[in-house]
């Protein structure tokens, strides 16, 4: 930055909610950086991505105050230093205590600090009357987070992104004691790229992660507060130009096909405009279906091309190609057969070669409202569901995929047939898996203000902080058959923020309902 703009930045980030990212990646369906397209088809595992689980030094301070000086460089003192599981909450591996609030924030009755406000003389103001957000405790413990990584060969002359599945509630990224980027929303993923930061050989990752931020006032759920890296870490590298994101709507015909409407986005850099994107589809015992091939549009127009107001099918969107396409025979997506079909992007570039490939599964279904019911592929159906938190007791929010498989065989054998993820989207895992063996989901935002009430979605000032953590909730997990309903979240009252929400929401997705209980 330059020297003169520095003076304008007058208060913490994590007592702001407009600085909700700093230089954070936009957010996408989740990327596998497949090898070729026969390893996107088998859905193997791509030598483009490193996982950098496992053993990291960690430090927990008590305030961003305590923070160490040279805790990023390499040459760091960690003599008083331990050790921590990444996935993982601190608070389950000794460091501090987990807490436990229904409508309360988890923040001490603590006059004096600018969380809590006197506002009158005349009575005495419960403490939910004197929340005064953005603002957190000055005592927000600090867990600092550090491991080493070489970076493999296989990642050379490609954009290399780091990717953090959940992380809470805020937290700052140094590469090699670069700073990166700040990011909040702990229960989404966040990612990041650090292509300039990487060198030869051996590299640094350092993280600050807060114990509190503005966001908290957002994530007042009613459960176990917890702390820290609490999903997978992982490093993906990607071409120069590539696959930046996909979106894929399936339904079936009442003849017995279907209709795919797909559109695939590459990153606008140079040369993007020579490149075209091939679809192919395959049915479980890896047969090709179909395939089509289709160039990368470079407008996005605003006259004429189905650009009306009222048109809703697909039209031209700059660096994206899309598909209109009828397939023969399919078998639809239900809850008691979970059918799906393979998808794979092919990103060609100018010179005709092959460059990048991701690939998703897919199921045809519909999910719909006749006359005040709501029809699963035009057939009246009953939610038989339950709420699940994202828990399990021996490691908090790090919750396994074997448990999730567990977790869902007890749903069927309980005759469930649906899951809302009370009161925050999930691990990507979990959507899989609903895919998978068959439960509907309603996905839903993490956003909880119960201690507040309505306050905040009725104040302008925190509408953009709403909007966004549903938007970047619907961007990475649009793919999903089992979703079948977005949630503005819980307890949080009602006003133009969750509007704002719903409306967005509806107007790119018409393909799902979209609820909100408060």
């Known amino acids: 930055m330059l020297e003169v703009f520095k003076g304008f930045h007058k ?21 596998s950086a497949y090898e070729n397209a026969e390893q996107a088809r088998l859905d193997g595992n791509s030598k483009f991505i490193l996982s950098l689980d496992g053993e990291w030094d960690f430090l927990l301070v008590d305030s961003p105050e305590a923070i160490p000086g040279g805790f990023n460089q390499t040459d760091a003192d960690l003599s008083g230093w331990g050790k921590i599981k990444v996935p993982g909450n ?20 603590k006059m004096g600090e600018k969380y809590l406000l006197n506002i009158g003389e005349k009575k005495d103001y419960d403490i939910y009357q004197r ?37 809470e509630s805020a937290y700052y990224l140094w590469i090699n004691g670069h700073p990166v980027g700040y990011s909040q929303d702990s229960k989404l993923p966040s990612e990041f790229e650090i292509t300039e930061y990487l060198t030869t050989g051996e590299n640094l990752i350092t993280l600050v992660v807060l114990r509190f931020c503005d966001g908290t006032w957002l994530e007042g759920q009613d459960y176990f ?33 279907g209709v795919i409407n797909a559109r695939c986005f590459v990153n606008r850099t140079e040369g993007f405009a020579d490149s075209t994107i091939r679809l192919s589809l395959f049915d479980q015992s890896g047969k090709l279906l179909i ?8 407008t996005s127009p605003i006259m004429g091309m189905g650009s009306g107001w009222g048109f809703k099918g697909m039209r031209p969107i700059t660096e994206s190609a899309f598909f209109e396409l009828e397939v023969d025979d399919v078998l639809p997506w239900d809850f008691d057969r979970p059918n799906l079909y393979r998808l794979v992007f092919t990103l060609i570039d100018g010179s005709g070669q092959e460059t990048d490939y991701e690939a998703l599964n897919i199921g045809f279904r519909e999910i719909s409202i006749e006359n005040n019911v709501i029809k699963l592929n035009g057939k009246r159906v009953v939610f038989r569901g339950t709420n699940r938190h994202e828990h399990f007791w021996l490691t908090g929010r790090t919750v396994s995929k074997e448990h999730m498989i567990e977790e869902i065989k007890l ?3 309980l005759n469930f047939n649906s899951v809302r993820t009370s009161h925050y989207p999930d691990d990507p895992v979990w959507y899989d898996l609903c895919d998978k063996y068959g439960l509907m989901v309603v996905c839903e935002t993490n956003l909880e203000t119960h ?17 966004e953590r549903a938007r ?36 790119y997705d018409d393909t799902r309902l979209v609820q909100y209980e408060n």
Request: charge should be positive; charged fraction near 20%; aromatic fraction near 12%.
């Open 11 to 31: 208060k913490p980030d994590y007592h702001n909610q407009y600085i909700t990212q700093i230089n954070r990646a936009p957010a996408h369906f989740p990327w």
């Open 90 to 109: 601190w608070e389950l591996q000794g460091y501090g205590k987990p807490v436990y609030v229904n409508t309360l924030y988890p923040f001490k009755d």
């Open 131 to 167: 929340y005064n957000p953005p603002y957190v405790p000055e005592d927000n413990a600090c867990g600092i987070y550090r491991r080493s990584f070489v970076l493999p060969e296989s990642f050379d002359k490609r954009s290399v992104f780091i990717n953090f599945g959940g992380v």
């Open 225 to 257: 507060h917890l702390s820290g890296i609490f999903r997978s870490v992982k490093l993906i590298a990607k071409p120069k130009l590539r696959i930046q994101d996909f979106k894929v709507d399936a339904k079936p015909t009442v003849h017995g096909g």
């Open 291 to 298: 395939e089509c091939t289709k160039p990368v549009d470079t």
């Open 411 to 413: 749903m069927k054998r």
């Open 451 to 467: 201690g507040l009430g309505g306050n905040l979605t009725n104040n302008p000032e925190w509408s953009e902080a709403m909007l």
């Open 472 to 507: 970047r909730m619907v961007l990475i997990h649009k793919n999903h058959p089992s979703i079948v309903s977005w949630s503005l979240g819980n307890e949080s009252g009602y006003g133009p923020g969750h509007a704002a929400m719903a409306n967005w929401i509806r107007e």
